[in-house]
């Protein structure tokens, strides 16, 4: 078992981010336009398979989705954008590891920098926090309407090997290795599964609380970062965020 509920953490940001969809589908369609680079096909492309699924789970107009591919495939003008995750510490001394894609570095190094330094972080060397998460694979389904117990499901999940599940009133949440995770997915789906959330994700090893004078700053700092134009991911190993 996982030991706790990422799912119950995150709900509450997600819900805060349905007020910014306009946002999150700007910087998904970023995330597609670099992985169908790579090839348009999601059949034959996984990495443009797994984002268009994130897509679809956050409810991105198909339309959006087609043009951020026809954009990658027909693209002339050298439009480029570089993979950077930046790694450090926010108040109360929790890990952050930051995931961006930007065709300028200088600008998204400075605005991650000074979203940290205003709110009492710091920015830390290459590998300084990282390894403190594990790459995995993350499928979230919800129990409400759901008609299975929760032995049946882990047996089912197991089978489609997946390495971890963690079982709440509110949902089902699977963790897997990152090389097995479109199978698992694949396999819940195909048994009838649909997906409250389904993604490759960096999950922390350990969990720390914030301590309560910290939360408020630690918040803003994780709010800037968020409502950053480059930033795609935001990870930490704060219990509660």
Same mark, same amino acid.
């Given at each position: ?7 119950? !953490? %995150? ?28 090839? #348009?096909?999601? $059949? ?10 994130? $897509?679809?789970?956050? *409810?991105?107009? !198909?339309?959006?989705?087609?043009? #951020? ?6 693209? @002339? ?8 995750? +930046?790694? &450090?510490?926010? /108040?109360?001394? %929790?890990?952050?590891?930051?995931? @961006? ?15 940290? !330094? ?19 694979? +993350? %499928?979230? %389904? ?19 090997? $997946? =390495? ?15 090389? $097995? ?10 048994? &009838? ?10 999950? /922390?090893?350990?969990? *720390?609380?914030? /301590? =309560? ?10 709010? #800037? ?17």
């Amino acid at each position: 078992m996982a030991g706790h509920s990422k799912w119950k !953490n %995150i709900q509450g940001r997600k819900n805060a981010q349905d007020s910014k969809r306009a946002k999150v589908f700007q910087k998904l369609a970023k995330e597609i336009f670099v992985a169908a680079k790579g090839g #348009a096909d999601v $059949a034959t492309n996984a990495s443009l398979r797994l984002v268009v699924d994130k $897509a679809k789970a956050v *409810n991105m107009p !198909n339309d959006n989705i087609k043009r #951020a591919i026809d954009k990658a495939a027909g693209n @002339t003008s050298g439009e480029h954008y570089d993979e950077i995750t +930046y790694e &450090g510490y926010g /108040p109360g001394g %929790i890990a952050v590891l930051v995931h @961006t894609l930007t065709d300028n570095r200088n600008r998204t190094s400075t605005n991650v920098r000074v979203a940290f !330094n205003k709110n009492g972080g710091s920015l830390g060397e290459t590998g300084s926090v990282a390894y403190m998460f594990n790459r995995k694979g +993350y %499928i979230v %389904i919800e129990r409400e309407g759901l008609e299975v117990d929760e032995d049946t499901f882990m047996l089912e999940a197991i089978e489609a090997g $997946a =390495d971890d599940v963690e079982i709440s009133e509110e949902a089902f949440e699977v963790y897997t290795e990152a090389s $097995a995770f479109t199978d698992v997915k694949d396999a819940l789906s195909e048994a &009838g599964y649909a997906f409250a959330t389904a993604e490759l994700s960096m999950i /922390p090893q350990v969990v *720390n609380e914030v /301590p =309560d004078d910290k939360k408020e700053q630690f918040e803003r700092m994780i709010d #800037a970062l968020e409502d950053d134009d480059d930033v795609q991911e935001v990870y930490t190993n704060a219990d509660g965020f």
